[in-house]
């Protein structure tokens, strides 16, 4: 309570902050997080992840707050529009109006396990939210309090060096549902951004919209990201395709929303048995990794024992056991289109490095199968030019599926840039029309106002006739950095 207290006080000055103070907030930020010297190692022991793997993440987790600092300081992505007064206009004079986005107000923020800097307390979800002008609170995951608590050290220090109001930003700990609870159901809290399991998300998604004043919840949740390999690519790259796809199943531990965990072959395709062959190669010869707490082992090992518990469902490959604690071993199950198709179960996520490979007898069930495919992050399809105009509808259907299709290459390796959509179909996502990666992620947290009949002294500097920003505005239908 006295986190979001603070966050709306500090939400009315921060909100009207010109956009330099905001970057240089932002990039203070990515700053102070370089110069926390413990910040690796600790996150290290709390998750079991590499250090390799962190300072990659860590490096992310600095260009997402500078992506975010050039975008605010950029300023043309308040969406600005213009549409000036006509007064001799008939039957009806037309008013000037002028419309922008501006700041929800205090947001909570979910820390999520498996990315504990990109997506964790500085991680994009925090980074959005700030550009955008809203005050965050976040819940730190247990996982990594250690990691979660120097993080927030380094906002604050952050906050403190460029003279950013007291209660800008706030970290909450404690395991249990009741302090996440706490903050979305809290009358000052605008809206939520979450990563983590679907039941989770869905709990916090409801308790949302069961408020007195229901607020948005942007929850990324599972996804099994299907990767369908057509019959051509198959015959003709079957061994390579089966050697990076099993990196990428096994990579960190499988523990990535973007995981490939169902892949649709054509049984009667020449390249299968070489496909087979080679992914159990590669398999038998990775070795388990640490999983990120006992209780995400312990899902792993369950889902895949419950695939294995359905008739028709048998292990195809499994990678060699580890001797380190919560090691997850690699395991790839396969069955056929027709008992996919029978069991809904199948199609949930198995969060870990795992993949289930489903067999289909021609174009017809592979079509039928992307037809039932609930909503995902990504699709990913295998294929040759050939392939690719046979499997045309493939595409389509697709679109309608997930956020995010990719051609011949791997879902795993998520781009942070403008054109990225991490996001996707429910239950991928609570709001499809959303991404939490890449600077569309800002639009989370505004909403458009419209200033009707107002003088260009009242008027926000983004919507003065002087355009003093230099910004990109649509004025009357055109878009221009030009003055009126
Ligand atoms: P989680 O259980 O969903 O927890 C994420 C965060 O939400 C934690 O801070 C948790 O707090 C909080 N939370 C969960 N349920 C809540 C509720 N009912 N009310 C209030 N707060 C709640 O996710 P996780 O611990 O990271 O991993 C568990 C499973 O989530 C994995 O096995 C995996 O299946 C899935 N997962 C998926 C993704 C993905 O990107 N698709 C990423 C990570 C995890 P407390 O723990 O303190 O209660």
Known sequence: NKAVIKAEQAFRLYRKIDAEK????LEQIAEEIIKSNDL????????????????????????????????????SWVNASIDTAISDRTPLPKPDLRQMQIALGPVGIF????????????GGDTASALAAGCTVVVK???????????????????AHATGMPDGVFSLVQGAGT???????????????????????????????AQRREPIPVYAEMGSINPVF??????????????????????????????????????????GYLLFQEKTNEKLSNTTASAMLTPGIKQAYDNGTQNFLK?????????????????????????????????????????????????????????????????????????????????????????????????????????EVCPSMIHGGPYPATTDSRTTSVGTLAI????????????????????????????????VNGKLSQDQI
């Not at 990076?244 to 395709?269: K, M, R, W, Y």
């Not at 105009?389 to 995010?404: N, P, Q, S, T």
């Open 140 to 158: 730190g995951h247990p996982a990594h309090p250690g990691t979660s608590e120097l993080t927030a050290s380094a906002i604050l220090k952050a």
């Open 310 to 414: 359905i008739e028709g469902v048998s292990e195809l490959a499994r990678g060699r056991g580890g001797d380190i604690m919560n090691s997850g071993i690699p395991q790839i199950l396969t069955t056929t289109a027709a008992i996919y198709l029978d069991h809904k179960e199948l199609s949930e996520e198995v969060f870990g490095p795992s993949s289930l490979f489903v067999k289909a007898k021609d174009k017809d069930e592979i079509t039928k199968l992307a037809e039932n495919l609930d909503g995902h992050l990504t699709a990913t399809i295998h294929g040759t030019e050939d392939d690719l105009k046979v499997y045309a509808d493939l595409i389509h259907i697709l679109e309608r599926k997930v956020g995010r299709i990719i051609i011949n290459g791997f879902p795993t390796g998520v």
């Open 229 to 270: 390999i057509l019959p051509e690519a198959l015959k003709t790259r079957g061994g390579e395709i089966a050697f990076n796809l099993t990196e990428s199943i096994t990579l960190g531990a499988g523990q990535f929303c973007t995981n490939p965990g169902l892949v649709v072959v054509e049984e009667t395709s020449e």
């Open 111 to 122: 820390g999520a396990s498996n990315f504990p800097f990109a997506f964790s307390v500085a």
């Open 22 to 25: 905001k970057a240089c907030f």
């Open 40 to 75: 690796i190692q600790r996150c290290s022991e709390e998750t079991g992840l590499p250090e390799a793997r962190l300072m990659g993440e860590r490096a992310r987790t600095i260009s997402q707050l500078k992506l975010f600092a050039s975008l605010v300081r950029e300023g």
């Open 443 to 474: 639009y989370r947290f505004t909403r458009p106002v419209c200033y009707q009949g107002f003088s260009d002294v009242m008027l926000p500097s983004e919507l003065k006739n002087s355009n003093p920003l230099s910004i990109f505005r649509l």
């Open 178 to 208: 009741e302090v996440g609870m706490a903050i979305v159901t809290h009358p000052l809290i605008k809206a939520i951004g979450f990563t983590g399991s679907f039941r989770g998300g869905k709990a916090l998604y409801d308790a949302a």
